[in-house]
């Protein structure tokens, strides 16, 4: 076991979920630390480069939507070694999110069950820290969400300028108002809005496919993306399920236990849209071997979330050695 597992893991995980998330956030921003954490972090091995609709990407590792909401640490996450990194979620305004308690750790199961419900300082705030990212190598992508319309297609026009592509997020299960949007029409709205402005890559974040009601409901969004020229998806977001611990008394389940729904839903995707589409596998991808699995089901990329809390800053290194003898760009 490494340093993180064994000493600074513990000793964050004493402290309250949001509160380590906020510490780690802090120190990702320390500029002194980014050289120190490069040398270390940093996995810059040639067999991983790759793209992703277009996109150039050192190799295929991405961080997914949630862990830099503001968009404030991306240039110290961009030293931990990550392919891209996926900004947000940025809501048109500030908002404060769910009540608390919204976000627990379980620990035996690898896993995390947050209802935060977007907390958000807003696109301005946003747009502010795009403008000074130091991308250090990694593509800077932007997810964004709104509930009416035309506000997604305000904040797409807003922060397109200041990355490589988007990531529209209609599939959080803890934002009342939001999964109006996991109605086929209603993301057409969105997408023709969108599609109808954009000069740079359009993914769409699905919601999690656990059974196969909920997969054909999945796929029925797929050809939503695929009828409008969007470039591809990320499958998928947390599984959303009833918990007591928290304020709102459900969550969004993520980390290992979801790796094999997500695999299943990832290779259903694949299947259906055939090979030039762009699919970014998200949910439950801790190692190397998680990584090679979502890749043979058909994924461009990878993206990870929990995987960083619980594994630290060498998970994306880990992941690319192991990687890297197995690795073939799509
Ligand atoms: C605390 C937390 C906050 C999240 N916030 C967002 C978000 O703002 N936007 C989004 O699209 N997904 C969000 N997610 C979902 C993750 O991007 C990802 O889809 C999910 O956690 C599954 O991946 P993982 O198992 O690697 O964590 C969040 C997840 C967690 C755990």
């Known amino acids: 076991m490494g340093f993180y597992t064994r000493i600074a893991r513990p000793l964050l995980f004493k402290l309250p979920p949001e509160t380590a998330q906020r510490l780690a956030e802090d120190l990702l921003q320390r500029r002194w630390l980014w050289g120190w954490a490069s040398s270390v972090f940093q996995a810059n091995d040639p067999k991983l480069r790759t793209s992703l609709a277009g996109i150039p990407l050192r190799n295929p590792i991405g961080l997914a939507a949630g862990y830099d909401k503001e968009c404030r640490a991306l240039s110290g996450l961009a030293r931990l070694g990550f392919g891209y990194l996926v900004g947000g979620t940025v809501f048109p305004v500030p908002r404060a999110g769910n009540a608390r308690p919204r976000l627990l750790r379980l620990p035996e199961q690898d896993a995390l069950i947050n209802a935060l419900g977007f907390p958000s300082s807003g696109s301005i705030a946003a747009a502010n820290n795009l403008l000074r990212v130091n991308s250090g190598g990694a593509a800077i992508l932007v997810s964004i969400a709104a509930l009416e319309v035309e506000d997604f297609v305000t904040v797409h026009k807003q922060l397109e300028p200041l990355v490589a592509g988007v990531e529209l997020n209609i599939s959080s299960p803890n934002t009342a108002g939001l999964a109006a949007f996991q109605e086929p029409s209603n993301l057409r709205d969105v997408l023709q809005g969108v599609m109808a402005q954009r000069t740079k890559p359009v993914f769409v974040k699905l919601p999690f496919g656990h059974d ?6 999945v796929l029925d969004l797929v050809d939503v993306c695929l ?10 977001n947390t599984l959303p ?46 190692t190397g071997q998680d990584a090679i699995r979502a890749l043979q089901a058909g994924a461009t990329t990878v993206q990870l979330f929990t995987g960083l809390v619980y594994q630290g800053p060498g998970v994306v290194k880990g992941i690319c050695r192991e990687l890297a003898p197995a690795f073939a760009p799509p």
């Open 227 to 236: 009828e409008q020229g969007a470039d591809g998806v990320t499958a998928g």
């Open 212 to 217: 196969d009601a909920s997969r054909q409901r």
């Open 241 to 286: 399920l009833e918990e007591p611990r928290t304020a709102t008394g459900r969550g969004g389940l993520s980390g290992r236990p979801i790796l094999e729904d997500m695999l299943k839903t990832l290779a259903a995707i694949r299947s259906h849209a055939g090979d030039t589409f762009a699919i970014n596998a998200c949910g439950g991808i801790f």
